[in-house]
């Protein structure tokens, strides 16, 4: 469902430490360019500063106290993240200016890296209906994880972070991780397996922009869950790498369910995530909750 553009209030929520500790650079801009561009494309001049996660929150919580129509992120995944928790079940809609390093959700959602383009489309383009997850308390917009790809992504997390010594630990990680065995609970019954890794789906994209689930849909009320089992490690790394920023490639040991609820239970503890928050071990249980964030975003058109 998507409704047509009207005059809307617009209110500019500026992560100013965006893609600052990230490995790639991120694009830079400073408040004065930043008021040009909203000035120049019709976002008005409702700009807040926020340099913590904080900060961002109640940024995002005093805006839909104030009626505004649109919510801008001016950041990165994280900052889109944040706000967006804040906007589920609200009037307020999301908007992006993308101006973190890899940027899955804008990718996910159609969007242009370029400032002017975005900021056009945040003005211009319908407002749209998304999928959201839920892992407990944690919101996720991209994919949650269990096993190996969890193991490491908390480690290439810490290195983004600034923690050096974690690049030594995300290989001992690789090298040392085994298969284990995995019970997924699905809404059509339970798969019994053995396998490296599982990623729960909303949309296509995870960690550094790899396409572990290509024809994951943001707005079609299930994840797509991918059972990656009978792959080496080494084979497994050469895959991810292989995917990595958008590519696809296909792999014929990972088998996909579609379900709006997911349990994975271990035969040990294994490692989980949901996009950049560490959900600690299983057992661990995901949840869709369809089309319940509105964004501003091109209609995808039909399936």
């Known amino acids: 469902m998507s409704s047509q553009p009207r005059s809307r209030t617009y209110r500019v929520i500026w992560n100013t430490v965006a893609g600052s500790r990230a490995i790639s650079p991120a694009p830079s801009v400073d408040r004065t360019a930043l008021l040009a561009l909203m000035a120049e494309h019709g976002l008005g001049d409702d700009l807040v500063e926020t340099a913590s996660e904080d900060e961002g929150r109640a940024a995002a919580r005093a805006a839909v106290t104030d009626g505004v129509d649109v919510v801008v992120s ?57 999928d959201v997850g839920r892992a ?12 190996m790809n969890a193991a490491i992504f908390r480690e290439v997390q810490r290195f983004d972070d600034g923690d050096w010594a974690s690049i030594l630990r995300t290989v001992w990680v690789a090298l040392r991780y085994r298969p284990a065995r995995m019970e997924i609970a699905l809404d059509q019954g339970t798969v019994r397996t053995r396998a490296l890794m599982i990623v729960v789906a909303n949309g296509p994209y995870l960690g550094a922009g790899m396409t572990v689930a290509p024809e994951a849909r943001l707005d079609d009320g299930l994840f797509d869950v991918r059972v990656f089992r009978g792959f080496s490690k080494l084979d497994l790394l050469r895959h991810l790498t292989g995917i990595a920023f958008g590519r696809r490639r296909y792999e014929p040991h990972i088998s996909t369910y579609r379900s709006r609820r997911v349990t994975v239970r271990g035969a040990r503890p294994l490692p989980c995530r949901a996009d950049s928050r560490d959900l600690g071990t299983t057992p661990v249980e995901f949840e869709a909750r369809p089309r319940a964030l509105r964004v501003v975003a091109p209609d995808p058109g039909p399936s």
């Open 74 to 130: 001016a950041g990165g995944d994280g900052t889109i993240g944040l706000i967006a928790a804040e906007l589920l079940g609200a009037p307020a809609a999301l908007g992006v200016l993308p101006l973190g390093t890899v940027m899955n959700v804008t990718r996910m959602l159609g969007l242009p890296r370029e400032l002017p383009t975005a900021a056009e489309i945040v003005r211009e383009a319908p407002i749209r209906e998304i």
């Open 136 to 147: 407990g308390d944690a919101l996720f917009l991209e994919t949650g994880s269990v096993g």
